[in-house]
């Protein structure tokens, strides 16, 4: 058995319906008699955008604006309330406007800016919600009852940017002789804000085939990191060329890039490679070229001492030489009975002669001709 209302029930469902044949009939009296039929109120709203993507991006500002629209398609003066529904916690949803007077058909843009912080990762995402009401008709305020409104929904969503960092431990110049390798060890950070599969390569590697260089191990390694992840240590393996002439300084230029971003920043390292010359290659001037002027001076000073110190000794020895064949032989007679003689004293000797013992002018002519047969 269907249990009847309670009075007080249907008398507020009485007072409702004599509400809204008033509010109708005093706008119909209000429009002019010439009117088509009247379109009842009513409210439509719309955006441009229902899925906004934010760059959080550490170099831009993390900031987006889409343009709404709302439109009173009645045939009566409207006045529109807009109300937001949103559960963001690190962005905020600004409306420029949230309220609007509009005549029949008129139709209004606002803007809406969801602002937020960098480096906020890309897993996350906030719903929104705008509804618009009528409030007043005309100049009659708009019964709840009678609740006219429209929405519009959508989803802000944090857009995927890439930043890498290559990192050698050892960025020091590798000296290599012919057909010698070394292995480059590296590491490669995923800074950006989603899981990315960062790439490394030698960029440089034609320039590098045609001098001779080869690379046993490839030229490029790729791995997929987390985000804020570190890979795990790679590394690529360089050859010299099997024939090296001459000593000579080339570089290695290994760079890191995103698969996320093909726009992010690259990360490069450049290390210095020295290739030497083999011994047979340089001749005897393969090591000649390395001793460096201040030597050179200095060897040439000490040859030219021992040069000078052997003239000398050859020719004050043709000088003895000459002296000794110019001198009489003299054999002394001795007188065995006769007693030598004392000397009377040290002073009686002179020290002058000892000149004569030596050298005497003779001599020193002997000396110049000796310098001069040189």
């Not at 052997?310 to 007679?333: G, H, K």
Request: proline residues 5%; glycine residues 6%.
């Amino acid at each position: 058995m269907k249990e009847n209302p309670h009075p007080s029930t249907v008398a507020a469902m009485q007072h409702a319906r004599s509400l809204v044949l008033v509010t109708i009939a005093l706008l119909l009296a209000s429009m002019p008699v010439s009117a088509q039929t009247p379109t009842a109120p009513g409210v439509e709203i719309e955006c441009d955008e229902k899925q906004p993507e934010l760059d959080v991006h550490p170099l831009n500002t993390p900031s987006i604006e889409i343009t709404c629209t709302v439109k009173n398609p009645s045939s009566f003066q409207e006045s529109i309330s807009v109300e937001k529904e949103w559960g963001g916690i690190e962005v905020d949803m600004i409306l420029e406007e949230d309220t609007f007077d509009l005549g029949p058909d008129e139709e209004e843009d606002f803007t809406v800016t969801f602002t937020g912080q960098k480096r906020m990762s890309s897993s996350i995402s906030y719903e929104f919600t705008l509804i618009a009401s009528v409030t007043n008709v005309g100049v009659l305020e708009w019964p709840e009852a009678l609740a006219s409104n429209a929405s519009v929904n959508g989803d802000l969503n944090i857009g995927t940017y890439g930043m890498v960092d290559l990192d050698v431990s050892d960025k020091s110049t590798r000296t290599m002789g012919e057909s010698e390798q070394v292995k480059v060890s590296f590491q490669f950070q995923n800074n950006g804000n989603d899981d990315d599969r960062i790439s490394v390569n030698i960029v440089n590697v034609d320039e590098l085939e045609e001098l001779g260089f080869t690379f046993p191990d490839g030229t490029f390694v790729a791995e997929s990191v987390s985000e804020d992840g570190v890979s795990t240590v790679r590394e690529l393996t360089v050859r010299a060329p099997s024939k090296v002439g001459e000593d000579s300084r080339h570089q290695l230029i290994f760079q890191a890039t995103s698969e996320n971003d093909p726009d992010a920043a690259v990360s490069e390292v450049t290390i210095s490679v020295q290739l030497e010359a083999s011994a047979s290659a340089g001749g005897l001037g393969g090591g000649l070229e390395e001793v460096n002027k201040d030597t050179l001076v200095l060897y040439g000073s000490i040859a030219g001492a021992a040069i000078f110190g052997l003239v000398l000794i050859v020719a004050m020895a043709r000088a003895l030489r000459r002296r000794a064949n110019s001198q009489p032989m003299y054999v002394p007679t001795v007188d065995l009975e006769d007693e030598p003689d004392e000397p009377d004293e040290v002073d009686d000797l002179d020290l002058s002669d000892l000149d004569d013992l030596f050298l005497d002018d003779d001599d020193d002519d002997d000396l110049d001709a000796a310098f001069a047969d040189l």
